[in-house]
């Protein structure tokens, strides 16, 4: 056993009979209230899941096990001093709830390295979809083909224990998150640079490697792919993509069903779709009405205009956060920092001082700040990654260390199938005394 598989018991087994002690001493006490609109509103604020890597607060914004972003850019062990921390740090946080040390991180890299082979009917089924597959489905269909490989799933076939179920989970997780760069890469060179393959270079990082594999060798992209893949990574549990995760994974589907799942949920336009639709609209914008800081009068009406076709600003708002997402002040910070002059970061900038006065005129709209995706595009593009229809590949790459290690947390404390009840609107409207 690993010593971060060791590290994980160690921590699980206390926790695990915590768990117990609530649900058998206190399951019937009463937390919250549940309204019509709650249910008709998308569950918005229902307190109905456990979640133990990350909580996002409104006002706040995400801390992972207790720290914020700032805080993890500074601590989490770096290639560099002055770069951005590796999420494989992130990952042993998540999943254990203490920080890592250098070494810590180290082993994972290699760790991941050492897992990331890919079968060869992998690359067959990716090859069998046509060239213009959306890269989200030749993605999700490439992680759904290597669920035959779920170490989960062969113990499970062979009787073990409920009390066991985590120890292959573990396993599976491992080699599923270790694999993601090297099909997400392929993926990437096959549609966009005529399959040309690069082969993934041991000596560097989780992420890092995913950039070189995509063809990227300075340091510049390197250390951005380390921001892009430790910032995108979770997002407590009820967001769609970890709370599909985690609602799939309750049947005790293992975990390449499952992460397969919440990824097709990711590729949602109100979720991590919005990363490209930020592009495509800002190009859009500029195609319409030219520079874009040239006339800020110019924006607020491109922007009410898109409002007036019945659209969303993609980008801005968000289902709990009400003030700007520290996801996008992070990389505003990193591209004043790295590429002030660029006229992508300085239109996006522009965008950030219109877009949320025109949204918070709006009484409906709760939140009218930027979120994660106004941001990730522009730092892309900046170093060569034009690619946008590709983006939200990797928005999902990042999001394995989140959803996974949740996983790997519901099958250590047993959680159980999950199952709400339905009702028809009669019901309901019966409840409202109509
Ligand atoms: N532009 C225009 N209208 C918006 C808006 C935006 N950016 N954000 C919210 N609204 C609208 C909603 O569409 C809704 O309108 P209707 O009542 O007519 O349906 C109304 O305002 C109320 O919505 P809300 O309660 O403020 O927000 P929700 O929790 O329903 O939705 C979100 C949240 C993110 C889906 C929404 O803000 C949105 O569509 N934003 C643009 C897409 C986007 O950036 N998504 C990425 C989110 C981050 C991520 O998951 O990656």
């Given at each position: 056993?690993d010593h971060i598989k060791k590290k994980f018991v160690e921590k699980a087994?206390?926790?695990?009979?915590?768990?117990?002690?609530?649900?058998?001493?206190?399951?019937?006490?009463?937390?919250?209230?549940?309204?019509?609109?709650?249910?008709?509103?998308?569950?918005?604020?229902?307190?109905?899941?456990?979640?133990?890597?990350?909580?996002?607060?409104?006002?706040?914004?995400?801390?992972?096990?207790?720290?914020?972003?700032?805080?993890?850019?500074?601590?989490?062990?770096?290639?560099?001093?002055?770069?951005?921390?590796?999420?494989?740090?992130?990952?042993y946080?998540?999943l254990t709830g203490e920080?890592?040390?250098?070494?810590d991180?180290?082993?994972?890299?290699?760790?991941?390295?050492?897992?990331?082979?890919?079968?060869?009917?992998?690359?067959?089924?990716?090859?069998?979809?046509?060239?213009?597959?959306?890269?989200?489905?030749?993605?999700?269909?490439?992680?759904?083909?290597?669920?035959?490989?779920?170490?989960?799933?062969?113990?499970?076939?062979?009787?073990?224990?409920?009390?066991?179920?985590?120890?292959?989970?573990?396993?599976?997780?491992?080699?599923?998150?270790?694999?993601?760069?090297?099909?997400?890469?392929?993926?990437?060179?096959?549609?966009?640079?005529?399959?040309?393959?690069?082969?993934?270079?041991?000596?560097?990082?989780?992420?890092?490697?995913?950039?070189?594999?995509?063809?990227?060798?300075?340091?510049?992209?390197?250390?951005?792919?380390?921001?892009?893949?430790?910032?995108?990574?979770?997002?407590?549990?009820?967001?769609?993509?970890?709370?599909?995760?985690?609602?799939?994974?309750?049947?005790?589907?293992?975990?390449?069903?499952?992460?397969?799942?919440?990824?097709?949920?990711?590729?949602?336009?109100?979720?991590?779709?919005?990363?490209?639709?930020?592009?495509?609209?800002?190009?859009?914008?500029?195609?319409?009405?030219?520079?874009?800081?040239?006339?800020?009068?110019?924006?607020?009406?491109?922007?009410?205009?898109?409002?007036?076709?019945?659209?969303?600003?993609?980008?801005?708002?968000?289902?709990?956060?009400?003030?700007?997402?520290?996801?996008?002040?992070?990389?505003?910070?990193?591209?004043?920092?790295?590429?002030?002059?660029?006229?992508?970061?300085?239109?996006?900038?522009?965008?950030?001082?219109?877009?949320?006065?025109?949204?918070?005129?709006?009484?409906?709209?709760?939140?009218?700040?930027?979120?994660?995706?106004?941001?990730?595009?522009?730092?892309?593009?900046?170093?060569?990654?034009?690619?946008?229809?590709?983006?939200?590949?990797?928005?999902?790459?990042?999001?394995?260390?989140?959803?996974?290690?949740?996983?790997?947390?519901?099958?250590?404390?047993?959680?159980?199938?999950?199952?709400?009840?339905?009702?028809?609107?009669?019901?309901?409207?019966?409840?409202?005394?109509?």
């Amino acid at each position: 056993m690993d010593h971060i598989k060791k590290k994980f018991v160690e921590k699980a087994l206390p926790r695990v009979a915590e768990f117990r002690k609530l649900l058998t001493e206190h399951g019937d006490k009463v937390i919250g209230e549940i309204t019509i609109g709650s249910v008709l509103t998308g569950m918005k604020g229902m307190v109905s899941l456990l979640t133990d890597t990350s909580k996002l607060d409104p006002e706040e914004g995400i801390r992972f096990r207790g720290y914020s972003i700032p805080e993890l850019r500074k601590s989490l062990p770096k290639v560099n001093p002055e770069g951005e921390p590796l999420p494989e740090g992130l990952f042993y946080l998540m999943l254990t709830g203490e920080m890592p040390s250098p070494d810590d991180v180290s082993f994972l890299s290699k760790e991941w390295s050492s897992r990331s082979t890919i079968p060869d009917y992998v690359y067959k089924v990716i090859d069998a979809l046509p060239l213009n597959t959306r890269p989200m489905v030749q993605f999700s269909t490439a992680i759904l083909s290597m669920a035959s490989d779920s170490k989960f799933m062969a113990a499970y076939l062979k009787g073990i224990g409920k009390q066991d179920y985590w120890d292959t989970t573990y396993e599976d997780v491992m080699d599923l998150i270790a694999r993601l760069p090297r099909i997400a890469s392929y993926i990437y060179r096959r549609m966009y640079h005529d399959n040309k393959q690069i082969d993934p270079d041991p000596s560097l990082d989780w992420a890092a490697n995913l950039a070189h594999m995509m063809g990227y060798e300075k340091y510049e992209v390197h250390r951005l792919m380390r921001l892009y893949m430790f910032l995108h990574s979770d997002h407590e549990g009820g967001n769609v993509s970890a709370h599909t995760t985690h609602l799939v994974g309750s049947a005790l589907s293992n975990p390449y069903y499952a992460y397969a799942a919440g990824m097709t949920g990711l590729a949602g336009p109100l979720h991590g779709f919005a990363n490209q639709e930020v592009i495509r609209w800002m190009f859009n914008m500029i195609e319409e009405i030219g520079p874009a800081c040239d006339d800020k009068e110019k924006i607020r009406k491109y922007v009410l205009k898109t409002l007036e076709d019945g659209k969303v600003i993609p980008g801005y708002g968000h289902a709990v956060l009400r003030k700007t997402d520290p996801r996008f002040t992070a990389q505003l910070e990193f591209g004043r920092k790295y590429l002030p002059d660029d006229p992508w970061l300085i239109t996006m900038t522009c965008l950030y001082e219109v877009v949320p006065e025109v949204l918070g005129s709006i009484s409906k709209i709760k939140n009218p700040w930027p979120n994660v995706d106004a941001g990730s595009g522009v730092l892309l593009l900046h170093y060569g990654i034009k690619e946008f229809d590709f983006y939200t590949v990797l928005f999902g790459v990042s999001r394995s260390l989140g959803v996974l290690s949740q996983l790997l947390w519901d099958r250590a404390y047993g959680m159980p199938i999950e199952r709400p009840t339905s009702h028809p609107l009669e019901w309901f409207k019966k409840q409202a005394g109509i």
